[in-house]
């Protein structure tokens, strides 16, 4: 069997396809992993799987001024709005490309499967042809409707009518934008809103998050299952750099915090993170920070004896050494955490990851986070504080983590990409 996996994001959206692609290749299928082109050396250096590029311009585009301002800016409400509107506007040539190549893609390969995400989306337009071939993946919640929450867009309780108006709201613009797509792609079939609408509500969707922090609602159909927190095989060979081993050798016996934003950006990283720096050294708690894609950086001046900056790091790696994490929220950061039974405090930054601050706050396995543009120094100290020295998020970390250790749905998931159904 020939898979196509499709996946547009920022690397944390690309980790669940690898996972997926892994178990495929184990099985002897051949996986053609379809990424932006910057997460080539994702696929190349770690896997059998091959790689077709989707352009480097997704990725451009959010590290632009205004996928910055967009992603994590500060300022009024009305300065983000303008924001989203440049990133609008800029984004239509984008998506055009991406399109394109998607198309080119699968009509070169005529795959037996399609495996995609949601920001792709010609597989809608193939599955029209392909009914039952294609499988679409969500690492957040809130995609179809689920009692007592609104779409993962709005981000909230609204009560049960405007809850499902969400959903009706968010449907019709992905009918819209598939449409438009098929444009784009100069599709020769007439596709109209109804098909459109019974491809979206019928194909299969195998949401990757633990049970544990979401569970399937008893009243969704079938073909829409919740198959746990998937993460690709990775080499554990990584050595760290003697700074950081001297690093952890003299705080082994501290709680040590480990501070990341993964693939976030903003406009102001200086000062986000000073305000970080501050509350850490006047409460003298040793930290791990991981400057990564640039949403925190390395001061000039700083406690090096209590903080030590890094610019990558295996998490699976650093998780397991220190106490807790503070990080902006992305679904696999998340589960990752929790995974290792590490208390987390989040600072989202945009969509999902409002709702998996608001589930790990439910959960009791941290504090209530701050929103990225509004965090100060003032609002963020307590939440640090309590993060650190309140044992009941550590319990429930635990806890989570020990049920996260016993869930295996590896056989579903790949009998969910195997089988086909109308």
Not at 398 to 407: F, G, L, R, T, V
Request: glycine share 6%; aromatic share 10%; proline share 5%.
């Amino acid at each position: 069997m020939k898979v196509i996996l499709i996946s547009i994001g920022t690397r944390g959206d690309m980790e669940p396809f690898l996972a997926i692609g892994d178990i495929l290749i184990e099985k002897g299928h051949k996986v053609i992993c379809a990424f932006p082109e910057q997460f080539r050396s994702l696929v190349k250096d770690s896997s059998e799987m091959e790689f077709a590029s989707l352009g480097t311009k997704f990725i451009e585009l959010l590290e632009s001024d205004a996928g910055k301002e967009a992603l994590g800016g500060s300022g009024s409400g009305l300065r983000k709005f303008w924001a989203y509107i440049k990133l609008a506007g800029k984004q239509t040539e984008v998506n055009k490309e991406l399109v394109q190549k998607q198309k080119e893609l699968i009509e070169s390969q005529n795959p037996d499967r399609i495996v995609y995400n949601g920001k792709a989306s010609y597989p809608i337009i193939w599955e029209l042809d392909h009914r039952g071939k294609t499988i679409l993946i969500s690492p957040v919640p809130f995609l179809h409707y689920v009692k007592n929450h609104t779409h993962v867009a709005f981000n909230g309780n609204f009560g049960p009518f405007l809850n499902k108006l969400t959903y009706a709201v968010a449907d019709f613009g992905l009918i819209t934008t598939v449409k438009i797509s098929a444009k784009w792609a100069k599709t020769k079939r007439k596709i109209n809103r109804k098909k459109i609408k019974k491809v979206i509500r019928s194909n299969k969707v195998i949401y990757t998050i633990s049970p544990s922090l979401f569970s399937r609602p008893d009243y969704w159909e079938h073909n829409r299952k919740v198959l746990g927190y998937l993460k690709p095989h990775k080499e554990t060979s990584w050595q760290p750099p003697q700074g950081l081993a001297d690093f952890l050798e003299r705080h082994k016996n501290q709680k040590i915090l480990f501070v990341t934003f993964g693939s976030m950006t903003n406009p102001a990283p200086e000062s986000k993170t000073k305000i970080i720096t501050d509350i850490l050294e006047r409460n003298h708690i040793p930290a791990i920070i991981n400057t990564a894609a640039g949403g925190l950086i390395e001061p000039e001046k700083y406690d090096s004896q209590l903080l030590h900056f890094v610019s990558q790091i295996p998490y699976d790696w650093i998780l397991p050494k220190i106490y807790g994490v503070i990080h902006h929220g992305g679904a696999g950061t998340t589960h990752l955490a929790l995974k290792y039974g590490r208390p987390t405090l989040i600072i989202p930054h945009i969509i999902d990851q409002f709702i998996w601050n608001r589930i790990i706050y439910k959960k009791g396995a941290g504090p209530k986070g701050i929103k990225i543009n509004k965090i100060t120094t003032k609002n963020l100290e307590p939440k640090i504080l309590e993060l650190m020295n309140n044992r009941f998020y550590k319990d429930n970390a635990e806890q989570i983590s020990s049920q996260m250790q016993k869930e295996n749905f590896i056989k579903e998931l790949y009998e969910s990409i195997n089988l086909t159904y109308s």
